[in-house]
Structures are given as C-alpha cells and as structure tokens.
C-alpha cells in the first residue's frame, strides 16, 4: 500500500475528518505530521482573544505525531512560528511515497518542500487567490518569489475557481492542478430525526425574542475589520428605517470590534449579539437564522468556509466578492446574493428585498449544491494522483 505523509500545523475541524477518511477507505497508509504539538488540545486565537478548544473529537481514527516545535514565539501568525528541527528526518523515517505540505510560508514546512523535491513526489494544499493583489511594484516582486517557491511542488490540490487562477499566475501548469473543492463535513449539519436542528432551533429563536415570521439575518464569526460585522450592522439599520416590518440582526463571536457593535447596537431592539459557540451547537446556530452573511473585505478571506456550513445547514447566504469562495459556492439568485465589499448600497437593495418565502427556496438550494463540494471529494482526488 502507497504512504502518503500530511504535513499540517495543528488539528482543526475542517481537515481532520478527512484525514480519518483516507485512513478508512484503506487505499493509502496516510501519517500526519503536526507541526504544533502547542495547539494539540486547545490554540490560543489572538483574533477572538480567548483559547479555543474544540468540543468535537480531531485525532481519531488516522495515524498522526506532533513534532517537536522549538519556536519561541509558536503559531502560524509568523513564519518562525513553526521551527521543527526534526521534522524532515520523522518524514523520512516513516518512508513516505509521497508528502502532501499545508501552507509553504511556515518555516518547516518551506524547508519539508525544499529537502523533499526531487526525492519523493511534493504535493502542495493550499488556497490563497488574487483577489487581494494590488497593482505595483510589491506585487510584481511577490510574483517573482512565489514562482521561485512552488518550483519545489510537483503538485497542488486547488480548492475553488480563485485558487486555482492564483497557482496559474505564479507558474504551475494545468496539468500539476487538481481539483479538491474545500469542503466541510456536509453530513453533521444535515438535519435529521435524530439530530432535530431545526425544532431546536426554532426552540433557541424563541428563546431570542424572535418570532415565526421575523427574518433573522445571521453573522458568526470573528469580529473583525476584515469581516466587516459593523458595514453589515449599519446597513440593516438603513434597511429597517423604511420597512414595515424590520429585519433582525443576529452577531455571533468575540473580536476586536466587539465593544464598538455593543455600541453601535444599544438602542436597536432589532439587534441582538451573542457569544461564541463551539463546534457541537454551529448546526443548531446556523439555523437560527433565515439567512447567513459573510461580508468580508479582506484580506486574507481565501474561502469562507462557514458558507459551507450554513448551506449544509439549508441556509440561503450573502456573501462580498472579496469572499474567495463565492465563485464556487455561490449561483446568485439561486442560494443566495453576492455585493461588492465596498458598496453599502448594493448590500442594502439585497437586504431590502428579502423575504422568507424565497429565502426558504434559496436554502433549499444552497443544501443541493453544497452536495457538490464534499470531503469525499478530497480524498478521491488524492487517491486518484498517487
């Protein structure tokens, strides 16, 4: 049987079940390689300014070892947050076919890529994209760079449209890209009769103030200035100063804009903020509301992963273009609506025209076409090239 090492930095939701997948279909022997043992059983997020630890289990069901990471400063916010001196040599011990690296700007993970080329096939997973790119010299000079890095991948795993456009730009061929869409578990937010989100749900909704016919927007997340919660809070007042029946706003999370939303929300009953929930209650979260909204600027919001989740959810979604998943994941006016980052307005003729009966639609829709993008997806793209 072909082994195929992973080498990634800690155990996080989105990438762990997969990783079980691959190891009970029994076509490959899969090991992964953590490069922060730190943030095994709880990371400290400096966005959300508390530690986080997940209330699912990460590490069953698939071979893994944390290497020693040396870094006196440890995380992915630096690139000597990863130091792993012995990394290469754990790798090597365990005699890999093939080794499939997360991310390349980590100080070991650069150096698994370099050490790696030519010896064993170097896979690459990753999903930056161009929609940050400004004009000048500093991004002609990244160009260069980049293109000097990924020399040392054989290959990439491109999770969308705007990936995929973006490992073009820096040098690799079509022929080195394979398509394995960025996916989350589809089936623990589905609802079912054992599961009943949904009555627990409406039970939680009540629990808001909210009644059957309010149309309930919903943010989770961090946040931040990226994210931009405040534009989205301002444009649902706008919204409501002419409608009859006012939509309601619900903020989920912890962040640096924290204090300003309590603010800006005091006096608006139709405004309601709530803390950060863990893993087990995002299914019952996300139905909360009538629809989900990611109105990120940017930068850095390569995917947006929790539209996935509010799709699987049977959510209808509105997403800013700077989300690098709306490509993929969004058919306006199908599942949802997509503005531009910038434009309050464009946001606000969404939002005005809303209504429960097309929402419910679109969330039909969006559980459909979320059907498309799905962790199996991953692991038979992965299967396929080895």
Partial sequence: MKKLAIVTTHPIQYYAPWFKLIAERGHLDVKVFYTWSQASEAVKDKTFGKTIKWDIPLLEGYNFEFVENVSTDPGTHHKNGIDCPTLNERIRLWQPDTVLIFGW???????????????????????STLLDDVPGIKQVLRKYYLTYIYRYIDKAFYVGMQNKAYFKSVGLKDEQLILAPHAIDNERFFDAVDKDYESQALNWRKELGYNNDDIVVLFAGKFESKKQPDFLLKAIQKVNEERTQPLKLLLVGHGPLEEDLQLLSKADVNIKMIPFQNQSK??????????????????????????????????AIIVADKVGGASDMLIEGYNGYCFRHDSQKELINILRALTITSLQQMGVHSKAHVNK???????????NEI
Avoid: Q
């Avoid at 700007?105 to 999903?127: E, N, Q, T």
């Avoid at 019952?284 to 509301?289: P, Q």
């Fill in 282 to 315: 995002m299914p019952i979260l996300y139905r909360l509301g009538n629809v989900f909204c990611l109105p990120s600027k940017g930068p850095g919001e390569t995917w947006g992963l929790a539209v996935n989740e509010a799709m699987a959810s049977s959510r």
């Fill in 105 to 127: 700007y980590l100080k070991s993970h650069l150096k698994a890529m370099k050490f790696f080329k030519g010896k064993i096939p170097v896979w690459f997973r990753g999903d």
């Fill in 373 to 383: 993008f799905t962790m199996l997806n991953i692991v038979e793209a992965i299967e």
